[in-house]
């Protein structure tokens, strides 16, 4: 702005010499009031990715009240797959401390929504739901507290459903507190169980690829090509070489899913 008035104002006082020296002057006057705008690079390190990870872990292990052998092994063994055995020691100690102590879930995955991407999220809640079921059981509470991860982290809703029905088929959106209307609901605020696991059913390959049974050929593929790209492993590589090994489980069951479908349909 400034500039343009130096301009004029030089130009009418001084000629042409004084308009471009007004120009010069309002041009740094322009440069000095200017809002400053700082650019921010975020990139998820390794290190706050497992240390958000432990944290949602704990709130996971704790939402039944108490922590079972078989879901501290869980964790453990992955770890172990994850980092090596050191480095999985030193997470292990680190998630007991994070057991003791009291943290705003909102806040960590707030933290978490801003700072990583959507895949780093995503197997973020594949693992809890791991974890969830490790003892052969999915108590309300740890569904509860699994559903506010996600929504708190920006995870959508067909996603979630897309991976709680990966791991279990037991339990219908209407009882256990699922999403339902426009958003998440609290879900069951008890400890109850909903129960084992139902066999495999076609009904859980169409939740997986995130779509309905009475969609089209062209859909089904749609879905499926859609959900590869997003799921891919590629898509963590940079967490390191064993965090994309744990996304392939998810990129797997994909994929069987779609064969499923493709066969029962006589797709080609």
Request: net charge negative.
């Amino acid at each position: 702005m400034f500039k343009w008035i130096g301009l004029i104002i030089g130009g009418i006082s001084y000629g042409f010499i004084g308009g471009l020296l007004g120009w010069f002057l309002g041009s740094l006057i322009d440069r000095l009031f200017a809002p400053k705008v700082k650019i921010y690079t975020q990139h998820y390190q390794r290190s706050d990715f497992i240390e958000s990870l432990l944290i949602l872990t704990a709130a996971v292990l704790k939402a039944d009240g108490h922590v079972e052998r078989s879901e501290f092994a869980y964790v453990r063994d992955y770890l172990v797959r994850s980092l090596g055995p050191q480095q999985a020691q030193n997470a292990m100690n680190r998630l007991t401390e994070i057991l003791g102590e009291s943290y705003n879930i909102e806040s960590v995955c707030s933290e978490l929504r801003e700072n990583s991407t959507i895949h780093e999220r995503l197997l973020i809640i594949q693992f809890l739901f791991g974890v969830a079921t490790a003892d052969g059981e999915l108590h309300q509470s740890e569904v509860a507290v699994i559903e506010l991860i996600a929504q708190w982290s920006g995870v959508s809703r067909s996603d979630y459903e897309s991976i709680k029905a990966m791991f279990t088929y037991s339990y219908s959106n209407s009882s256990n507190g699922g999403y339902g209307g426009g958003g998440y609901s609290g879900g069951g605020s008890g400890s109850g169980s909903t129960g084992g696991y139902r066999s495999h059913t076609l009904d859980s390959d169409y939740q997986i690829l995130e779509i309905s049974p009475d969609a089209s050929d062209d859909e089904v593929k749609k879905a499926y090509r859609n959900l590869a790209k997003k799921y891919h492993p590629d898509r963590v590589a940079h967490l390191g070489d064993d965090m994309r090994k744990a996304a392939e489980e998810k990129f797997s069951r994909l994929s069987q899913a779609y064969d499923n479908i493709r066969k029962a349909r006589g797709m080609k």
